[in-house]
């Protein structure tokens, strides 16, 4: 058993003796009271305008109002979710959960994606119905309210962007982006309905937002899941990782290899290496982290030496031609 010691402060050196040696960077990030403003503010103007734009839109009969009504009440519960996440993952790590609370933000994105496409869902049957059975459609109003509605979603956009990088902020802003998709739709179906009156333009450009929602939405749900499932990042290769490891000098073999994501923005390794010369380990792990650390920026390491015949069934990935003796033992 290896105790991890976590330090909000500075990362702790493995000690030359340490048989499994862990190396953890938990220094703060940059301040983030830009990021938590940017959240409130976001959610104070888009639910407070989502009421607006649904007495509106029920009072014009618009589906387009009305789906972008929908929209921002779904941003006001994603924001207001994103931001509890983000208080929750600021917390310290414990000893129920060591590695902190930082996937909160995962989670809360993982969610978020799939309101969105739950959203999707209702939109298509409901401009489906609209152009079965048209509606009559105030124009006039539409394009007002809309018009207002992309003022709105422009500021929060542009709160949000400037509030960092992670999958939780990310999440909300293509929430508040893809409700811009959607002012931008019931602004184009009220002008069509004052000038032409053609009322189908409504549920139709509601069905293309819908699409264009899918395909960004898609993307998140697909990285927010690989991150829960503690897959490989996208940005890193397994073989790649293991072949690096193996040209650290000393290094002969490497097995039970993980690389997973702890967070949006963290990549996490575990590893045994088998070595040729036990007495330098020390300056073979030392070796390692350094590598890890500036060819694919993974800061949590957990490195094993070992020095005995692998278990069979092992996933072993040789870097030199290794001999065996009678006793299956490694040279």
Do not use: C
């Amino acid at each position: 058993m290896h105790p991890h010691s976590h330090s909000a402060s500075r990362s702790r050196r493995p000690a030359a003796t340490d048989p499994v040696a862990h190396a953890h960077s938990h220094a703060p990030r940059p301040s983030d009271r830009g990021t938590s403003r940017a959240l409130i503010w976001a959610l104070a103007l888009t639910g407070g305008f989502g009421v607006i734009e649904a007495v509106g839109g029920w009072i014009a009969g618009s589906l387009a109002l009305l789906s972008d009504a929908g929209h921002m009440f779904t941003d006001t519960a994603s924001l207001g979710l994103a931001l509890l996440a983000y208080w929750v993952s600021r917390r310290p790590p414990s000893s129920r959960a060591t590695y902190g609370y930082a996937r909160a933000e995962v989670l809360a994105a993982f969610v978020n994606a799939l309101a969105l496409l739950a959203l999707v869902v209702f939109i298509v049957i409901e401009a489906v119905r609209r152009l079965l059975l048209p509606q009559p459609v105030a124009g006039g109003m539409v394009l007002g309210i809309a018009s207002v509605g992309l003022l709105v979603n422009l500021l929060s956009a542009w709160m949000l962007s400037r509030a960092g990088n992670s999958l939780n902020t990310r999440s909300a802003l293509l929430h508040v982006l893809s409700d811009m998709l959607g002012s931008v739709a019931a602004i184009a179906a009220g002008a069509v309905i004052v000038f032409t009156g053609w009322t189908p333009i409504d549920p139709i450009l509601s069905l293309a937002v819908s699409l264009l929602i899918v395909r960004s939405t898609w993307s998140l749900l697909a990285q927010s899941t690989g991150v829960l499932m503690e897959g490989v990042p996208s940005h890193l290769d397994y073989e790649t990782v293991g072949r690096a490891l193996l040209r650290v000098p000393g290094v002969t073999a490497v097995h039970d290899l993980h690389v997973w994501q702890m967070t949006s923005d963290r990549a996490a390794l575990s590893a045994h290496l088998l070595i040729a010369e036990p007495i330098r380990w020390p300056q073979t792990l030392a070796a390692a982290q350094v590598l890890l650390a500036d060819e694919f920026h993974i800061d949590h390491v957990t490195l094993q030496p070992t020095w005995h015949q692998v278990p069979p069934g092992k996933r072993i990935i040789p870097v030199m031609p290794v001999s065996i003796d009678e006793k299956g033992q490694f040279h």
